[in-house]
């Protein structure tokens, strides 16, 4: 079974220049989460989809991060413009269940970015 | 191809019974390994492990890494309904410019009164 796919795998980036992810999820999974993962911390929710349209962005810094999923199956993340402080992990995890996470989530590989 | 395996997949247990939750692992060049309690919309981070023989510890809940054996177990003493979650172990791997996360399956715990 194919699982959830992330691109790329590490990054580095300078200050205010622009990144961005890219996650293909399990096929027919229908939930999409992004998040992010500060080194030593447990992950931060920062988007959830649910097919093609956004269930919770509450805790989206919307000023720099955007996030789509346009078809319902391959989701992009962006950073524009990029801080030191956005140094993390980003995940992204599909399920096949809808709202509330009560079944089982998969997780992609994560992408390390570096900012300095 | 880097791999984490969990065992067992479930567990049912009765409250103040004591858990041990196992992950073994294959990967090149690793870094840490993760251990999270999933049961809302993110994973709350629980440990993470970098060195051989040192048992970490967070109330009723302990880990501790055997990197010559390249696996970590997870303990949960006297056990609350409370603690019923899928446990997730996630290994960090990769040398100079890479980087991998690789979670297992996950143990989904269920804790009865």
């Known amino acids: 079974e194919a699982g959830v796919a992330q691109s790329p795998r590490y990054k580095i980036i300078e200050k205010r220049q622009s990144v961005a992810f890219w996650c293909n999820p399990i096929s027919g999974h229908a939930t999409l989460y992004w998040y992010q993962q500060i080194l030593g911390q447990g992950p931060k929710l920062l988007i959830q989809f649910q097919n093609n349209g956004v269930v919770d962005d509450s805790q989206l810094p919307k000023d720099r991060f955007s996030a789509e999923r346009l078809k319902g199956v391959d989701s992009t993340l962006k950073i524009q413009p990029a801080k030191l402080e956005d140094s993390a992990v980003y995940l992204c995890?599909?399920?096949?269940?809808?709202?509330?996470?009560?079944?089982?989530?998969?997780f992609g590989q994560g992408t390390r970015l570096t900012v300095v | 191809e880097d791999k984490v395996v969990q065992s067992p997949l479930s567990l049912v247990v009765h409250e103040g019974d004591t858990v041990t939750l196992n992950c073994s692992y294959e990967v090149t060049n690793f870094r840490s390994l993760l251990w999270y309690k999933q049961e809302k919309k993110a994973p709350t981070f629980l440990f993470m492990l970098?060195?051989?023989?040192i048992e970490k510890k967070s109330g009723r809940l302990s880990s501790i890494l055997d990197k010559k054996e390249l696996f970590s177990i997870l303990n949960i003493t006297a056990t609350q309904t409370g603690d019923s979650a899928i446990y997730l172990c996630?290994?960090?791997?990769?040398?100079?410019?890479?980087?991998?996360?690789?979670f297992g399956k996950g143990t989904k715990l269920s804790v009865i009164p």
């Open positions: 995890a599909s399920s096949i269940g809808y709202g509330v996470w009560d079944t089982e989530a998969f």
């Open positions: 996630a290994v960090e791997s990769g040398g100079a410019g890479s980087y991998q996360l690789t």
């Open positions: 970098t060195s051989s023989g």
